[in-house]
Every structure is written in C-alpha cells, then in structure tokens.
C-alpha cells in the first residue's frame, strides 16, 4: 500500500506543483491518475521513488515514511517505466533490461537468462536482444523500456505516461498486453495518463486530477461514469463521445457500459440507471 498523506511540492521556483495531497493507493491493484498537462501526475509519480521530496507531508509504502529511506535502494526495488522509454541509447536490448539487476549485484548470465526470459513476458522477440534502440519501433522501445522496470521484480511499478508516444493501434495493443500482465503479475502499478479513455481501460480505481494534483473525483470506473462528481468530470467523461459511444447492454442482470468498439467499459451499480444520464 502507498499513502500520500497531505502531500504538497513546492519546487524551488515558486511552482506549487501539488497541494496538500492524500490518497490511499492499494496493493497489487492498477491505480491511473489521469490528468491534463501540468497538474502534477509526474511530481506525484516521483514522489513514490523519491526522484522528488515533497515539501511537507509524507509518502508511506506499506506503512514506513519513505523519507527516512535510502533512496537509491529505494528506486532499486521500484520499477519506472517513462514516456519516452528512456532507454541508454548506446546499450543493446539486453543490456538495457539487465542494467538495474547487474547493479545490484546478480550475477551476468542469470542477469542475462532472466533479460532474455523478460523480452519473452513483454512480447519481445528473443532476436532483437543485440539491437540498439534506435534499431527499434517505438512500440518495441515502450515493450523493453517495460521489461527493464520489470526487471529487478519489484512490487511497485510507476508508469508515467508509458504510451503516449506511440500511434493508436501500437497502443491499443500494448494496454492489452499490459492488461493480461497484470493479471499474472499482480503488481502495484500506479499508471499516469493524460487519456481518459485509457485510464478507464487500465485502472481498477481511477483518480481525476485537476491543477496542483487536486482530487476531482477517485473512484472505480464504473462509480466515476455512472456518477460524475462534477460538471468538470462529466465533461471529461464525455468527451470524445462520438468515438467513445457508450450504450448499456444488459446480462444476467447486470448493466453493462460498452464502449464505441464493443469492449466492456464497466458495469453499473445496481439500482443506477445509466440511460438517465445525459
Ligand atoms: P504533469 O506530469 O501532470 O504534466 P508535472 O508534475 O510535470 O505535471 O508538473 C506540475 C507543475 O509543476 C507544472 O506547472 C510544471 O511546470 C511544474 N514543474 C514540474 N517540475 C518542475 C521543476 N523541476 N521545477 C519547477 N517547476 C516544475
Ligand atoms: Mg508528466
């Protein structure tokens, strides 16, 4: 479990990146904060491996002040998957998968089988572990920048808008492989996003952030689309209606919410009628 608990950052600027944050996220549960640019997802993200302190308040995993943590052990145990894959563009595939174990100390051929055994998991083949990055697609670069965070397993691992530079279809299919990952996997993932369509798809809990990390709505998918909090929510929610499209189908006596391409978006509460909404 990681509990931000009246967290704000200031940094040295003047910027108030986050305001007095507090949010409670579960283990081994996909928690996306989605958000438009600027309202501190990635000052929130770094706040979890200690890239960024906070000002004041705390950051809590598993109930210790992560403060009081060394953080570069700390990120040693953290997986982080960035925007752009952040990839060492001069180390081959493998190499790049093998970099954070090979630091702590495993030895190189188990670094290697398990880099090797890593590409396997993410959907990589085997026979592009001596290509450089550059020699890659962007989709592929995403896939190993995901097996490197992978790679020391930790429990935790930050994604931070880990798909936002590849084209639609290449994502499509890296938010399915992400899905059936994590249901082997069980990780804490906090996802960042600035796609709502996305968080929805991604996150067992969604929160929607406004400026300065403020709290909009958090909630499961279902809860947020079936209730928005606020007009800011509902429109957000809404948006891109045309392609998104929801309609209600039921089975077994459950309201379904189907987005534009017939995939479940979430299940309605019982007793809520979503045909009443908008
Ligand atoms: P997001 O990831 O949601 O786009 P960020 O967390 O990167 O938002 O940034 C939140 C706010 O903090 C923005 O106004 C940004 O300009 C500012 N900010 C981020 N990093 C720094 C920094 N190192 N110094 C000063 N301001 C920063
Ligand atoms: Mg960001």
């Known amino acids: 479990m990681i509990e931000f608990s009246g967290v704000s950052k200031r940094f040295p600027d003047g910027t ?5 944050f507090s949010l409670v996220i579960p283990s081994r549960r996909t928690i996306a904060l989605v958000g438009s640019s600027g309202s ?13 302190d906070p000002t004041s308040g705390t950051v809590s995993i598993d109930g210790e002040d992560i403060a009081g943590t060394d953080p570069v052990r ?21 190499q790049n998968i093998a970099t954070v174990p090979l630091l702590t100390g495993v030895p190189k051929d188990s670094a290697r089988e398990r880099a090797l055994e890593l ?43 880990p798909f936002g ?18 249901a082997e996997l069980g990780k804490t993932i906090v996802f960042v996003t600035h796609d709502i369509d996305e968080a929805f798809l991604l996150g067992d809990e969604v929160v929607i952030l406004g400026i300065g990390g403020q709290i909009c709505q958090h909630g499961t998918p279902e809860a947020i689309l ?15 209606r045309g392609r998104r499209a929801l309609s209600l189908r039921q089975s077994d006596g459950r309201t379904l919410v189907i987005d534009g391409e017939g995939r479940i978006a979430g299940v309605l509460p019982e007793g809520v009628d979503g045909g009443a909404r908008r």
């Open 74 to 94: 700390l990120r040693r145990r953290i997986g982080y998957v960035m925007q752009n894959s952040g990839l060492l563009p001069h180390r081959t595939v493998l």
């Open 119 to 161: 590409m396997d998991t993410v959907g990589l083949d085997r026979a592009l572990a001596s290509r450089y990055p550059a020699q890659l697609s962007g989709g592929q670069q995403q896939r190993v920048g995901v097996a490197r965070g992978l790679a020391v397993d930790p429990n935790i691992l930050l994604m931070d808008e």
């Open 40 to 52: 501190g997802k990635t000052t929130l993200l770094r706040m979890i491996n200690r890239m960024v």
């Open 226 to 240: 079936s209730a928005p909090a606020s007009d800011f929510v509902a429109d957000l929610v809404g948006a891109n």
């Open 165 to 182: 530079a590849v084209d639609p279809i290449v994502r499509r299919e890296l938010q399915s492989e992400l899905l059936r990952l994590q």
């Open 16 to 20: 108030l990146a986050v305001a007095d």
